[in-house]
């Protein structure tokens, strides 16, 4: 069981995307990964909050992997971007 969950919205988007990071222990800063459909990381990047927002406007439509570790534990769930 995960320490934590992930709430990615509006999914599907066409630009700016929140990602709601709900914590089930003490929050502690985690990494934030973005995937395209085929697995190749398009963006790495640490974060120190439980909200979090990504401009998605310039990217290609299609599905993506957002993945968040904190806490030696992760949690991945799939962005849709019309």
Same mark, same amino acid.
């Given at each position: 069981? *995960?320490?934590?969950?992930?709430?990615?919205?509006?999914?599907?988007?066409?630009?700016?995307?929140?990602? &709601?990071?709900?914590?089930?222990?003490?929050?502690? &800063?985690?990494?934030?990964?973005?995937?395209?459909?085929?697995? &190749?990381? !398009? !963006? @790495?990047?640490?974060?120190? @909050?439980?909200?979090?927002?990504?401009?998605?406007?310039?990217?290609?439509?299609?599905?993506?992997?957002? @993945?968040?570790?904190? *806490?030696?534990?992760?949690?991945?769930?799939? !962005?849709? !971007?019309?």
């Amino acid at each position: 069981m *995960n320490n934590f969950d992930i709430l990615v919205s509006p999914n599907p988007s066409i630009g700016i995307v929140t990602i &709601k990071i709900f914590n089930r222990s003490k929050f502690h &800063k985690g990494k934030l990964i973005l995937r395209n459909s085929i697995g &190749k990381n !398009l !963006l @790495e990047t640490t974060f120190f @909050e439980n909200n979090i927002q990504l401009d998605m406007s310039n990217v290609a439509k299609g599905f993506y992997f957002i @993945e968040v570790v904190s *806490n030696n534990l992760s949690v991945t769930t799939k !962005l849709i !971007l019309n």
